[in-house]
């Protein structure tokens, strides 16, 4: 009998091309998952995730679930699992689920977190990690932009899927940001995000911070609806996909 299962992944996404499966490169977290999946259950297996994180993107909560006819316990599926994965991959919990839930389909909100070190040099050994951007930023002036984005809007001047047919409106219901010494760490929380949304955001953010723009271009830019109006796309080293909200 097919069993429903939800999964809670870690994962440095450095060197691979993000989440989703591609037909012209092995090197995505899902390939890796399905494979170890794959081995275990002795027939092929298709993991859902709750989003699609880019290449480079990393994840400290990604949740997925996948479908299986095994005689094992959830402990000993991520022990499995954690065994065979590679070592920037990790299955943090395996639960059973009933077989209606689904990790995309039923998230109720997402919260991805930026990283921005504003030193002039930033430190080797976590340079995978965070935007080493190395100016000083006006985060008052970055909090007053970042006002605008508050609540439900068309986000198209924000999504780089420049052939998006879907709706491009989604619900922001928080943006927090919070400094530590000479890092800048900003929190995004809302129902959903478009390609490179987040990241688009951020550099937005990052020149208002700069000076380079108004905190009330942001609304502006929201009207415009067109992605030249918005700034550059944040580099993918400082975003983390943080926490999937459920209804529980």
């Given amino acids: 009998m097919l069993k429903n299962y ?4 870690e994962y440095d996404g450095s060197r691979y091309d993000g989440w989703q499966k591609q037909g012209n490169t092995n090197q995505t977290i899902q390939e890796k998952i399905e ?9 092929p297996l298709e993991v859902h995730g709750s989003g699609r994180t880019d290449a480079g993107v990393h994840a400290l909560a990604q949740v997925a679930n996948f479908h299986a006819d095994v005689d094992l316990s959830e402990r000993e599926i991520k022990d499995y ?3 065979y994965l590679p070592e920037d991959i990790s299955v943090k919990s395996v639960e059973r689920m009933n077989d209606r839930f689904h990790s995309r389909l039923n998230a109720q909100e997402k919260t991805y977190l930026y990283r921005i070190e504003t030193a002039e040099k930033k430190r080797v050994f976590e340079r995978k990690y965070i935007y080493g951007l190395g100016k000083s930023l006006d985060v008052e002036a970055m909090k007053r932009g970042a006002s605008f984005l508050i609540g439900e809007h068309d986000f198209k001047s924000f999504c780089a899927n420049k052939k998006m047919k879907k709706s ?3 619900t922001i219901k928080n943006i927090e ?3 530590e010494g000479s890092r800048l760490f900003i929190r995004f929380t809302g ?10 955001l951020t550099g937005t953010l ?9 905190p009330d271009e942001l609304k502006h830019i929201l009207a415009a609806l067109d992605r030249s109006k918005a700034g550059f796309t944040a580099p993918p080293e400082g975003l983390f996909l943080e926490k999937v909200c459920y209804k529980e």
């Fill in 191 to 200: 129902n959903g995000f478009l390609y490179h949304m987040v990241r688009i």
């Fill in 177 to 179: 940001f919070e400094e």
């Fill in 81 to 83: 699992l954690n065994q």
């Fill in 35 to 43: 494979s170890v999946l794959e081995r275990m259950a002795g027939v």
């Fill in 206 to 214: 990052i020149e208002v911070g700069e000076g380079k723009r108004k």
């Fill in 168 to 170: 491009t409106v989604r």
């Fill in 6 to 9: 939800r999964m809670i992944l």
